[in-house]
């Protein structure tokens, strides 16, 4: 299954095209990326159950987009603990200027109040989507991620579901000029993410 997230990844970055962040002027310990993504435009249903207009709400902010789901094993669980030590590390006024959003890829099994509980033992700020598997196909489609793929059940009606193994992270600009696939560490979060509060978009090395 980890083969799986990582190509997710990996086919992300080679669509859009990369240069090593320890290139990039800023120092980012993610991945710059040339051409930017730009920030998808849609509506999921949140976990008290209300829309949530992703571009509208996360406008002017630093908006960390991650899709997963919550019986993941590995991969979500680690970035949501390294993004929510980061976020802790920051002060209370620049913590409010990152909004993290986490987009559910098995939404028969993630109920809005599994997602909730779930994300609440990383930090109880982080947003949790939920939409059918249409929609949320289509949302990862924007940025040119691959789809979701859910796994036939195993012997006890346990399965495992194939995703993007990325974080994007949406600038003031409403861009992502970098991504944080699985395996940077949390010192790279925690060393990134004020300067992305901080900093302007940097420029990906051509």
Request: charged letters at 20%; hydrophobic letters at 45%.
């Amino acid at each position: 299954m980890r083969a799986i997230r990582w190509a997710a990844g990996v086919g992300l970055l080679l669509l859009v095209g990369c240069s090593p962040a320890g290139e990039s002027a800023h120092g980012i310990g993610g991945i710059v990326i040339k051409p930017a993504i730009p920030k998808p435009d849609f509506v999921l249903t949140d976990t008290r159950g209300q829309p949530f207009d992703f571009r509208a709400r996360t406008r002017g902010k630093i908006a960390l987009l991650f899709f997963g789901y919550t019986h993941c094993p590995d991969v979500c669980p680690m970035h949501m603990a390294n993004i929510a030590e980061a976020r802790r590390r920051l002060s209370p006024a620049a913590a409010r200027e990152v909004e993290v959003v986490f987009v559910t890829t098995d939404s028969a099994r993630d109920s809005l109040s599994r997602m909730r509980h779930w994300l609440d033992g990383f930090d109880s700020s982080f947003v949790g989507l939920t939409g059918s598997l249409k929609r949320v196909n289509a949302i990862l489609a924007q940025p040119r991620m691959l789809p979701q793929a859910v796994q036939e059940p195993d012997g006890k009606g346990g399965y495992v579901v194939g995703h993007s193994a990325v974080v994007l992270a949406f600038t003031r600009d409403d861009s992502a000029h970098i991504v944080y696939p699985f395996g940077v560490d949390r010192s790279s979060w925690v060393a990134d993410l004020p300067r992305l509060v901080q900093l302007g978009p940097p420029r990906a090395t051509p």
